[in-house]
């Protein structure tokens, strides 16, 4: 039996792949209508993407469909998730930045820097690999946009067990610079990475701004986390709102409110009302986060990774473990990496 933090941790990682997963399925739907005609008036699993689909986006759902992907496969942001657990768990646990940059050098070369190669390439790995194939290095080569990619990334670092903060806080950092190198998107990711630590750690969510406030009391922290009203998103009252079974609210409604687009600042504080709403039910809150449409794929993977968080592996439904592919491989990895 699991030890409690290591239940979080490696529900935190095995989390946010599954609502990564999830979310690929029935990535960026903007119309509602068309949604509920093509995946269903409530996504509830994993679905294959179509090939089929006349809405806008449907050639992204098309391109995954030809590359043979199927329900449980993960996206290209899951791929470069699973890369970086893949480098700690052959490391030990240890994180070495030439061995994450080479084997994303290998996933760059499969690429041809436009969005339709690869499992489709958003901006920040286009910019990445243009930057690379000028021959600027890396920790200078990220993108300056305001995506979700690095935050749900640094998850696997957070997991690690490791006592030295100001360690796990700059590999962290460092990670997430090497695609996104915004200052405030960094911080943002940062912030969000940190949050899904303390969760690890057992802070309750009644005491997370309290948590995060007292990180901010680190310099080193604080230099990074760029604006202290990121540090308290998680804990803010828009996101205590969630808890409030009073208010007559739909979250799915509140998720479209925060913004359905891929703005990192859109999803993260629908990512953090959902887990106010749904504390102890990581199927609601990643499913809800799929259904509100939009970049729903990685507004679930960063709910799944601070659902996850809470309610640990164990909490996860067994079905969702199951159904996402190479599971046991990944159960393996997070196994060692959250040690």
Same mark, same amino acid.
């Given at each position: 039996?699991?030890?409690?933090?290591?239940?979080?941790?490696?529900?935190?990682?095995?989390?946010?792949?599954?609502?990564?997963?999830?979310?690929?399925?029935?990535?960026?739907?903007?119309?509602?209508?068309?949604?509920?005609?093509?995946?269903?008036?409530?996504?509830?699993?994993?679905?294959?993407?179509?090939?089929?689909?006349?809405?806008?986006?449907?050639?992204?759902?098309?391109?995954?469909?030809?590359?043979?992907?199927?329900?449980?496969?993960?996206?290209?942001?899951?791929?470069?998730?699973?890369?970086?657990?893949?480098?700690?768990?052959?490391?030990?646990?240890?994180?070495?930045?030439?061995?994450?940059?080479?084997?994303?050098?290998?996933?760059?070369?499969?690429?041809?820097?436009?969005? &339709? +190669?690869?499992?489709?390439? @958003?901006?920040? *790995?286009? $910019?990445?690999?243009?930057?690379? !194939?000028?021959?600027?290095?890396? %920790?200078?080569?990220?993108?300056?946009?305001?995506?979700?990619?690095?935050?749900?990334?640094?998850?696997?670092?957070?997991?690690?067990?490791?006592?030295?903060?100001?360690?796990?806080?700059?590999?962290?950092?460092?990670?997430?610079?090497?695609?996104?190198?915004?200052?405030?998107?960094?911080?943002?990711?940062?912030?969000?990475?940190?949050?899904?630590?303390?969760?690890?750690?057992?802070?309750?969510?009644?005491?997370?701004?309290?948590? &995060? +406030?007292?990180?901010?009391? @680190?310099?080193? *922290?604080? $230099?990074?986390?760029?604006?202290? !009203?990121?540090?308290?998103?998680? %804990?803010?009252?828009?996101?205590?709102?969630?808890?409030?079974?009073?208010?007559?609210?739909?979250?799915?409604?509140?998720?479209?409110?925060?913004?359905?687009?891929?703005?990192?600042?859109?999803?993260?504080?629908?990512?953090?009302?959902?887990?106010?709403?749904?504390?102890?039910?990581?199927?609601?809150?990643?499913?809800?986060?799929?259904?509100?449409?939009?970049?729903?794929?990685?507004?679930?993977?960063?709910?799944?990774?601070?659902?996850?968080?809470?309610?640990?592996?164990?909490?996860?439904?067994?079905?969702?473990?199951?159904?996402?592919?190479?599971?046991?491989?990944?159960?393996?990895?997070?196994?060692?990496?959250?040690?």
């Amino acid at each position: 039996m699991l030890d409690r933090r290591k239940d979080r941790a490696m529900g935190a990682i095995i989390g946010s792949l599954i609502g990564d997963s999830i979310g690929m399925g029935c990535h960026w739907y903007y119309n509602t209508e068309e949604q509920e005609r093509d995946c269903g008036t409530w996504i509830s699993d994993y679905q294959d993407p179509s090939p089929s689909r006349q809405d806008t986006w449907g050639k992204v759902s098309k391109l995954r469909y030809d590359l043979g992907l199927k329900s449980g496969d993960v996206s290209q942001t899951g791929e470069f998730s699973v890369m970086l657990i893949e480098s700690l768990y052959e490391n030990g646990g240890v994180y070495k930045q030439n061995d994450f940059t080479d084997r994303v050098t290998r996933l760059l070369k499969q690429i041809d820097g436009t969005s &339709m +190669s690869g499992r489709f390439t @958003d901006r920040a *790995i286009r $910019d990445l690999w243009k930057n690379r !194939d000028a021959g600027i290095s890396w %920790g200078e080569a990220g993108s300056d946009t305001d995506t979700a990619e690095a935050a749900i990334r640094a998850i696997n670092l957070v997991a690690r067990k490791i006592d030295n903060q100001q360690q796990l806080v700059a590999e962290a950092y460092e990670n997430i610079w090497l695609t996104h190198n915004n200052s405030y998107v960094a911080g943002q990711s940062l912030t969000y990475a940190l949050a899904v630590a303390g969760l690890i750690q057992g802070i309750s969510l009644s005491d997370i701004r309290a948590h &995060m +406030s007292q990180l901010g009391d @680190d310099k080193y *922290i604080c $230099d990074r986390t760029v604006s202290p !009203d990121i540090r308290f998103q998680i %804990g803010n009252e828009a996101a205590q709102m969630g808890a409030n079974q009073e208010l007559d609210l739909d979250p799915v409604v509140v998720c479209r409110l925060f913004g359905m687009n891929c703005t990192l600042g859109f999803m993260l504080p629908a990512a953090y009302f959902l887990i106010h709403r749904y504390p102890s039910d990581f199927e609601m809150a990643v499913l809800t986060a799929v259904n509100a449409g939009g970049n729903n794929m990685a507004r679930a993977a960063l709910v799944g990774g601070l659902s996850g968080a809470l309610v640990g592996l164990s909490g996860i439904p067994r079905r969702f473990v199951d159904g996402l592919k190479n599971s046991e491989h990944y159960l393996e990895m997070a196994d060692v990496v959250t040690n």
